[in-house]
């Protein structure tokens, strides 16, 4: 399985990606939030998360491989997650993730069944189901940092974040309590060079 892709970005149009890498040229699909992002990178080398599925209809011996990709490792994680509600498929999930996978992820653990049904392809009966099935998984996902320019920060801190949060939950903290923590130290725009520096921060904050 091809699960990360490194090229120049060739071209991007609607829902595809197009990088070229080495003497091969790729079509990786993303999300519309992702779109926004890589539509200036034109020319530029950039990294995608991927993961690989067949299309098509098996019973007809007509499957196409096709990739999706994600400029951070998280993300393709929260889609791999999204993909598991009834009802919502490859396809689906892509057309829906028209936002940030932050703000999509705020939106489940708040239950906003409402906001949810406005995305692309999602009505009420699928935002029910949604949250149902990842209202306790997407906290730590609602953790990521953003830069000023509004795009994802880079995956190290990403998934930095999203270490620490599943290491407090192992020490007994609440989904709340440890997103909260997270939030008040990195709120003060520190870097951590690893999630030991991160969490002493967390702990050196609340002694005070």
Do not use: W
Not at 160 to 167: Q, R
């Amino acid at each position: 399985m091809i699960t990360k892709i490194t090229g120049r970005v060739v071209g991007v149009a609607g829902d595809i990606a197009t990088l070229a890498a080495g003497p091969f040229e790729y079509e990786v699909l993303i999300p519309e939030f992702a779109r926004r992002q890589l539509q200036g990178q034109v020319g530029r080398e950039v990294s995608l998360n991927t993961l690989e599925y067949l299309e098509g209809d098996p019973t007809r011996g007509r499957l196409t491989p096709r990739l999706v990709g994600f400029p951070a490792a998280v993300e393709r994680e929260f889609f791999e997650m999204f993909c598991q509600v009834d009802g919502v498929g490859v396809k689906k999930a892509l057309r829906a993730m028209v936002r940030p996978v932050d703000e999509l992820a705020s939106m489940i653990e708040e239950q906003d069944v409402k906001g949810l049904s406005t995305l692309p392809g999602v009505g009420p009966a699928t935002a029910e189901r949604v949250v149902a099935k990842l209202r306790r998984k997407a906290a730590k996902f609602a953790l990521l940092v953003r830069r000023d320019d509004g795009t994802t920060g880079v995956e190290i801190e990403s998934d930095l974040l999203s270490e620490a949060f599943d290491i407090l939950r192992s020490l007994g903290h609440s989904e709340s309590d440890a997103r909260r923590l997270i939030d008040q130290t990195v709120s003060r725009n520190k870097k951590f060079k690893d999630v030991e520096a991160l969490l002493h921060a967390v702990y050196e904050q609340r002694s005070q």
